[in-house]
């Protein structure tokens, strides 16, 4: 196996620019602006943090426009070496000078297989010791060009990439699912605790699953001073501080420690480490670009500093108090200038309507199960991940070889999974 410089199978190696350098500015709608935050050390880029700019700000950066099949590369700062492909979603789009765009010559290599090859962390650690050890650290263009990989056939590239391509794409699969219960969980919520429309059997006088929407049919309505508006009877307000125990997260945030427990910050999954803090929690971005996202944290994990571990109290559901959250819309309860950040102080005065209890049974019965759901898939999610995380550096190497029967067992995962649909559940 030879190796190769990105430069020699490369039609372009750049960076972008900032739109401030040229006198412009972010738009709230427009064509998407990647930064390095978006790339977080999955395939994909994380679409949900891109700024945006208009069409004459992009004329002026027409050199980093960036296109379908672009690898790019996290070339300065805390996400240094992380690399992630643009699909067709992603474009028209343009990125800063944090970001680096490598397009390669599709005939001689295979995006997926240099992708994997470059997403190993003994990689990535070898590009932060090429980096300069200020506390920016940062790769240029002349280093980025010259790192080498291992370059087989196209055919062998191929094979190896389908096999991790296949575990990657069923985690994608499992996300879309766990997004789209999740909408219709919202869906649900909004219906009964924003509109006040949850089943009410009027006869008896008491919440039924069979009832008619309460307060479209006539339901008695109660004003509560500190929400400006009306809420059923008998329910009551509390705050977020009555709802969660609040807890930063460590400022340790080293993911190679070897450790088997997932790591949550503001941007979602960044490694393993060998201790834990928390169980099935949510977990709020606290500082940073995405501060004031929110995940639920299955099992055993690990927060950074810029993230909230949310404990649930006592007498409290725990998917009733996520979607919660969900519904308080955090990021824009978000301050700061240079740094956004989202404080104790909001957190714990935030305000929430809390049902009576039949009502609250009633709910909960109705929205966990699809919570399970998303659960089981989030579980399944950190299996598929770990056993590609297996996989990767033993295909590289050459130490496992594609027909020595782990692709079998993937494929065998892969159907028992998709048999029983929903992730296996």
């Given at each position: 196996?030879?190796?190769?410089?990105?430069?020699?199978?490369s039609?372009?190696?750049?960076?972008?620019?900032?739109?401030?350098?040229?006198?412009?500015?972010?738009?709230?709608?427009?064509?998407?602006?990647?930064?390095?935050?978006?790339?977080?050390?999955?395939?994909?880029?994380?679409?949900?943090?891109?700024?945006?700019?208009?069409?004459e700000?992009?004329?002026?950066?027409?050199?980093?426009?960036?296109?379908?099949?672009?690898l790019?590369?996290?070339?300065?700062?805390?996400?240094?070496?992380?690399?992630?492909?643009?699909?067709?979603?992603?474009?028209?789009?343009?990125?800063?000078?944090?970001?680096?765009?490598?397009?390669?010559?599709?005939?001689?290599?295979d995006?997926?297989?240099v992708?994997?090859?470059?997403?190993?962390?003994?990689?990535?650690?070898?590009?932060?010791?090429?980096?300069?050890?200020?506390?920016?650290?940062?790769?240029?263009?002349?280093?980025?060009?010259?790192?080498?990989?291992?370059?087989r056939?196209?055919?062998?590239?191929?094979?190896?990439?389908?096999?991790?391509?296949?575990?990657?794409?069923?985690?994608?699969?499992?996300?879309?699912?766990?997004?789209?219960?999740?909408?219709?969980?919202?869906t649900?919520?909004d219906?009964?605790?924003?509109?006040?429309?949850?089943p009410?059997?009027f006869?008896?006088?008491?919440?039924?699953?069979?009832?008619?929407?309460?307060?479209?049919?006539?339901?008695?309505?109660?004003?509560?001073?500190?929400?400006?508006?009306?809420?059923?009877?008998?329910?009551?307000?509390?705050?977020?501080?009555?709802?969660?125990?609040?807890?930063?997260?460590?400022?340790?945030t080293?993911?190679?420690?070897?450790?088997?427990?997932?790591?949550?910050?503001?941007?979602?999954?960044?490694?393993?480490?060998?201790?834990?803090?928390?169980?099935?929690s949510?977990?709020?971005?606290?500082?940073?670009?995405?501060?004031?996202?929110?995940?639920?944290?299955?099992?055993?994990?690990?927060?950074?500093?810029?993230?909230?571990?949310?404990?649930?109290?006592?007498?409290?559901?725990?998917?009733?108090g996520?979607?919660t959250?969900?519904?308080?819309?955090?990021k824009k309860?978000?301050?700061?200038?240079?740094q956004?950040?989202?404080?104790?102080?909001?957190?714990?005065?935030?305000?929430?309507?809390?049902?009576?209890?039949?009502?609250?049974?009633?709910?909960?019965?109705?929205?966990?199960?699809?919570?399970?759901?998303?659960?089981?898939?989030?579980?399944?999610?950190?299996?598929?991940s770990?056993?590609r995380?297996?996989?990767?550096?033993?295909?590289?190497?050459?130490?496992?070889?594609?027909?020595s029967?782990?692709?079998?067992?993937?494929?065998?995962?892969?159907?028992?999974?998709?048999?029983?649909?929903?992730?296996?559940?």
């Amino acid at each position: 196996m030879n190796k190769v410089a990105l430069k020699d199978v490369s039609d372009l190696i750049t960076k972008g620019t900032t739109p401030s350098s040229v006198g412009c500015e972010f738009v709230q709608d427009g064509i998407n602006f990647i930064k390095s935050e978006s790339i977080t050390g999955s395939k994909y880029l994380n679409s949900s943090i891109y700024e945006h700019i208009d069409e004459e700000t992009d004329k002026k950066l027409k050199r980093s426009r960036i296109k379908e099949g672009d690898l790019l590369f996290s070339i300065a700062g805390a996400y240094l070496g992380k690399i992630a492909i643009v699909q067709a979603s992603d474009v028209p789009a343009n990125t800063n000078q944090a970001v680096g765009i490598v397009r390669l010559k599709k005939e001689k290599v295979d995006i997926d297989y240099v992708y994997y090859y470059f997403s190993q962390s003994s990689i990535n650690g070898y590009i932060n010791k090429l980096s300069s050890q200020s506390s920016q650290p940062n790769l240029n263009l002349d280093l980025l060009g010259k790192l080498e990989f291992g370059l087989r056939s196209i055919d062998e590239q191929r094979k190896i990439s389908n096999v991790l391509s296949a575990l990657d794409s069923k985690i994608a699969l499992n996300n879309r699912i766990n997004a789209e219960l999740e909408a219709m969980a919202k869906t649900v919520y909004d219906y009964w605790f924003v509109q006040f429309d949850f089943p009410f059997d009027f006869a008896q006088g008491k919440p039924s699953a069979e009832g008619k929407p309460y307060k479209s049919s006539g339901g008695k309505m109660v004003w509560r001073e500190e929400l400006k508006r009306e809420v059923p009877k008998g329910w009551e307000v509390g705050t977020l501080s009555n709802l969660y125990d609040f807890q930063y997260g460590s400022g340790n945030t080293n993911p190679d420690n070897g450790g088997q427990y997932p790591v949550y910050g503001s941007n979602g999954i960044i490694g393993g480490y060998d201790k834990y803090n928390s169980e099935d929690s949510p977990v709020i971005g606290h500082i940073g670009n995405n501060c004031g996202s929110l995940v639920f944290a299955v099992g055993k994990h690990f927060v950074t500093y810029n993230g909230v571990m949310c404990k649930i109290k006592d007498g409290y559901d725990k998917y009733f108090g996520f979607i919660t959250l969900q519904n308080k819309n955090l990021k824009k309860h978000t301050r700061g200038s240079s740094q956004s950040f989202i404080s104790y102080d909001i957190l714990h005065s935030l305000n929430f309507i809390l049902p009576d209890s039949k009502t609250m049974k009633i709910f909960c019965d109705l929205i966990n199960p699809t919570f399970d759901k998303i659960i089981l898939n989030q579980q399944e999610n950190l299996r598929l991940s770990s056993l590609r995380d297996c996989l990767l550096p033993m295909l590289m190497n050459g130490q496992v070889k594609v027909g020595s029967g782990y692709e079998g067992e993937v494929e065998s995962l892969m159907a028992a999974e998709n048999e029983e649909g929903y992730g296996g559940k």
